[in-house]
Nanobody, 115 residues
Framework: QVQLVESGGGLVQPGGSLRISCAASGNSFSRYAMGWYRQTPGKQRELVATIASGGKINYADSVKGRFTISRDNAKRTVYLQMDGLKPEDTAVYYC?????????WGQGTQVTVSS
């Protein structure tokens, strides 16, 4: 069982930056595929960014060039640095892990981009 705890969400003005974090449990973190998804009311959860255990990274087109995903295996933590935030980035952001073909989700953290 992998537990994921997000932190760092909040309110930010358009054009601003925010970094959210996800701390994972377990001793095999370096083998987890990790990622971030987001969801707004009435819409399906959508992929934001993923980072494989080997470091390969994938971004949604809507965030390319603005968001950066990274991981620190020693701290068992994955980060999402969000720059150039837009109102349409407002959503609940969920941390995701895949390990041994099982998917795990965090509880979500709210990111609101508004003036």
């Amino acid at each position: 069982q992998v537990q994921l705890v997000e932190s760092g969400g909040g309110l930010v003005q358009p054009g601003g930056s925010l970094r959210i974090s996800c701390a994972a449990s377990g001793n095999s973190f370096s083998r987890y595929a990790m990622g971030w998804y987001r969801q707004t009311p009435g819409k399906q959860r959508e992929l934001v960014a993923t980072i494989a255990s080997g470091g390969k990274i994938n971004y949604a087109d809507s965030v390319k060039g603005r968001f950066t995903i990274s991981r620190d295996n020693a701290k068992r933590t994955v980060y999402l640095q969000m720059d150039g935030l837009k109102p349409e980035d407002t959503a609940v952001y969920y941390c995701y892990a895949n390990y041994l073909s099982r998917n795990y989700w965090g509880q979500g953290t709210q990111v609101t981009v508004s003036s």
